[in-house]
């Protein structure tokens, strides 16, 4: 390997490592929370939580389209040394979150009500879900701008300020998620309290880097800081709502929506048939898909680092180094996912201990660690290719991909299994993450490979 290659590798864990570590914070702060409310006294407590989280991220992971989008348009915005250009990408998807988080809250009761009514579940699991939601809607604004923030921040190769901004974030989460639910017991709603606060100290944290370090700022009034900030808007309002550019931002976040959308009913469709299996299967699949985040997470920062290179790589019309990037990218996706294989499957039957002592709960997740343990195996290449396709900003392959694997593989294949239960749901959800994988990995390959790169 020459000194180039392994240029190419550092460049890679520069962006990727602060990544990884910061994407595991998310994830890791869900296990808190079901390892809080799993060693309390009954089941429905983390159901009811697990189904009213879902009901939220719903709409956060359906907007995921806002982080997405904006850290390739960002990448390739720094590619092109266009710092306005990067600086519109901001600020269009600051307005649209607001926007979208905003009517949420106004029609709070029609989406809450119609979510509730279709999650199913015992009656105990309904009402502590329907307290957690009235508390979390009110943090979707916050949490739709920190999806702007991160994208933006990885785009413009800021790695180590997403890390410690999202460090940050959840450790003002995990401090009072044990404050309120061990010390002041407010139960399901300590737990929705947390998050709704830092939520928006997240917000918070990260327009105040953004303008210090885009601005140099040295002053320390309050005046001349937000003089900073309009003398900006001003600047850049007739560009931000030129037709041309709205037309294509918005093209690119169909898209994405569209492709978050199936990724969101697979998720959805699991919480409420686990729901209707039994409040111990709802609080299994609760353990068992915080498995799934932390591995996910983990893996999307080889892809996160990819989406910025790759996206770098096509500012930049540099075909060759695209193609290295996607190259180092899969054998270092593969090596990650073979060590979170190894973890699970010694140490998986440990990691639900820790989560909860409620016996049929313990034994009931046992039953099912061995699909934790194949998944990282089978869903890495979906994950990097996603990068991939992010950093192109090729959004029409990635949803197509996910069409067909939410409607020709993922319920085909519950329809087949759900004679199996619960093992059903999880084998449907593995054949859905390969066949992404694949055919994400395929159109690459025979496509976009030795194609060159146009205007």
Same mark, same amino acid.
């Given at each position: 390997?020459?000194?180039?290659?392994?240029?190419?590798?550092?460049?890679?864990?520069?962006?990727?490592?602060? @990544?990884?570590?910061?994407?595991?914070?998310?994830?890791?702060?869900? *296990?808190?929370?079901?390892?809080?409310?799993?060693? #309390?006294?009954?089941?429905? %407590?983390?159901?009811?939580?697990?189904?009213?989280?879902? $009901?939220?991220?719903?709409?956060?992971?359906?907007?995921?389209?806002?982080?997405?989008?904006?850290?390739? +348009?960002?990448?390739?915005?720094?590619?092109?040394?266009?710092?306005?250009?990067?600086? +519109?990408?901001?600020?269009?998807?600051?307005?649209?979150?607001?926007?979208?988080?905003?009517?949420?809250?106004?029609?709070?009761?029609?989406?809450?009500?119609?979510? *509730?009514?279709?999650?199913?579940?015992?009656?105990?699991?309904?009402?502590?879900?329907?307290?957690?939601?009235?508390?979390?809607?009110?943090?979707?604004?916050?949490? *739709?701008?920190?999806?702007?923030?991160?994208?933006?921040?990885?785009?413009?190769?800021?790695?180590?300020?997403? @890390?410690? +901004?999202? $460090?940050?974030?959840?450790?003002?989460? *995990?401090?009072?998620?044990?404050?309120?639910? #061990?010390?002041?017991?407010?139960?399901?709603?300590?737990?929705?309290?947390?998050?709704?606060?830092?939520? %928006?100290?997240?917000?918070?944290?990260?327009?105040?880097?953004?303008?210090?370090?885009?601005?140099?700022?040295?002053?320390?009034?309050?005046?001349?800081?937000?003089?900073?900030?309009?003398?900006?808007?001003?600047?850049?309002?007739?560009?931000?709502?030129?037709?041309?550019?709205?037309?294509? %931002?918005?093209? #690119?976040?169909?898209?994405?929506?569209? /492709?978050?959308?199936?990724?969101?009913?697979?998720?959805?469709?699991?919480?409420?048939?686990?729901? /209707?299996?039994?409040?111990?299967?709802?609080?299994?699949?609760?353990?068992?898909?915080?498995?799934?985040?932390? $591995?996910?997470?983990?893996?999307?920062?080889?892809?996160?680092?990819?989406?910025?290179?790759?996206?770098?790589?096509?500012?930049?019309?540099?075909?060759?180094? /695209?193609?290295?990037?996607?190259?180092?990218?899969?054998?270092?996706?593969?090596?990650?996912?073979?060590?979170?294989?190894?973890?699970?499957?010694?140490?998986?039957?440990?990691?639900?201990?820790?989560?909860?002592?409620?016996?049929?709960?313990?034994?009931?997740?046992?039953?099912?660690?061995?699909?934790?343990?194949?998944?990282?195996?089978?869903?890495?290449?979906?994950?990097l290719f996603d990068g991939v396709f992010v950093g192109l900003m090729k959004t029409k392959v990635m949803r197509n991909s996910m069409?067909?694997?939410?409607?020709?593989?993922?319920?085909? @294949?519950?329809?087949?299994?759900?004679?199996?239960?619960?093992?059903?749901?999880?084998?449907?959800?593995?054949?859905?993450?390969?066949?992404?994988?694949?055919?994400?990995?395929?159109?690459?390959?025979?496509?976009?490979?030795?194609?060159?790169?146009?205007?």
């Open positions: 390997m020459n000194i180039n290659n392994l240029n190419q590798h550092k460049q890679l864990f520069i962006i990727a490592l602060p @990544m990884i570590f910061s994407n595991i914070t998310i994830p890791l702060l869900g *296990l808190v929370d079901t390892a809080v409310l799993g060693h #309390l006294d009954q089941a429905y %407590y983390l159901g009811g939580s697990t189904v009213g989280a879902m $009901i939220i991220t719903f709409v956060t992971w359906l907007c995921g389209f806002l982080r997405m989008s904006t850290t390739g +348009l960002t990448a390739q915005a720094l590619g092109q040394q266009d710092n306005q250009k990067s600086l +519109l990408v901001l600020l269009r998807g600051l307005l649209v979150a607001g926007i979208v988080g905003g009517t949420l809250i106004l029609f709070q009761s029609f989406y809450l009500d119609l979510s *509730l009514g279709l999650a199913g579940g015992s009656e105990k699991i309904q009402f502590y879900a329907k307290q957690y939601c009235d508390i979390r809607i009110w943090g979707l604004p916050a949490a *739709l701008a920190n999806l702007v923030i991160l994208g933006w921040l990885l785009g413009n190769h800021k790695a180590k300020a997403v @890390m410690w +901004l999202l $460090i940050a974030t959840n450790l003002i989460n *995990l401090s009072l998620d044990l404050l309120f639910v #061990l010390v002041f017991n407010w139960q399901v709603q300590g737990v929705a309290a947390a998050t709704l606060i830092a939520e %928006y100290s997240g917000v918070i944290l990260g327009l105040t880097y953004i303008v210090y370090d885009k601005n140099k700022i040295k002053h320390r009034t309050v005046r001349i800081l937000f003089n900073v900030i309009l003398s900006k808007l001003i600047y850049v309002k007739e560009e931000l709502f030129e037709k041309s550019s709205l037309i294509h %931002y918005f093209q #690119l976040n169909r898209d994405i929506l569209i /492709r978050t959308l199936c990724l969101e009913i697979c998720f959805v469709f699991i919480t409420f048939q686990g729901a /209707r299996l039994g409040d111990n299967v709802i609080a299994t699949n609760a353990i068992l898909m915080n498995f799934v985040l932390l $591995i996910s997470f983990g893996l999307d920062g080889i892809a996160n680092a990819t989406e910025v290179l790759v996206g770098k790589a096509q500012g930049q019309k540099n075909v060759k180094q /695209r193609n290295y990037v996607v190259k180092i990218a899969l054998f270092w996706t593969g090596i990650f996912a073979l060590t979170y294989s190894l973890l699970f499957a010694i140490a998986g039957e440990f990691f639900v201990g820790l989560l909860t002592d409620i016996p049929k709960v313990v034994i009931s997740t046992k039953q099912y660690i061995h699909w934790i343990v194949i998944l990282p195996i089978l869903g890495c290449w979906c994950y069409i067909v694997a939410t409607f020709g593989c993922f319920f085909p @294949m519950w329809w087949l299994f759900q004679g199996f239960g619960n093992h059903g749901l999880w084998a449907a959800f593995s054949v859905f993450l390969l066949v992404r994988g694949l055919s994400l990995a395929w159109h690459y390959y025979r496509v976009i490979e030795k194609q060159p790169i146009s205007e």
